[in-house]
């Protein structure tokens, strides 16, 4: 498996393991990600491409300045 970022929960502890070599804006975009993930799928909602996109989104409705 070759992943970049992990994240990870349990009952306690919530974990997400970056690449300290990327850029710094690329490494909030990646917390945000995992955040999107431990917060929209805690309790196994979607799976796969579908998860992705959701975690994508929220990271860049976190990460980007919104433009008037």
Known sequence: MNRKVLGS???YLLFVFLNIQKSSEHSRFDAAHELGHLTLHKHAGAHGKEAEREANAFASSL??????
């Open 9 to 11: 929960s349990s009952r």
């Open 63 to 68: 990460c980007l300045e919104k433009t008037y």
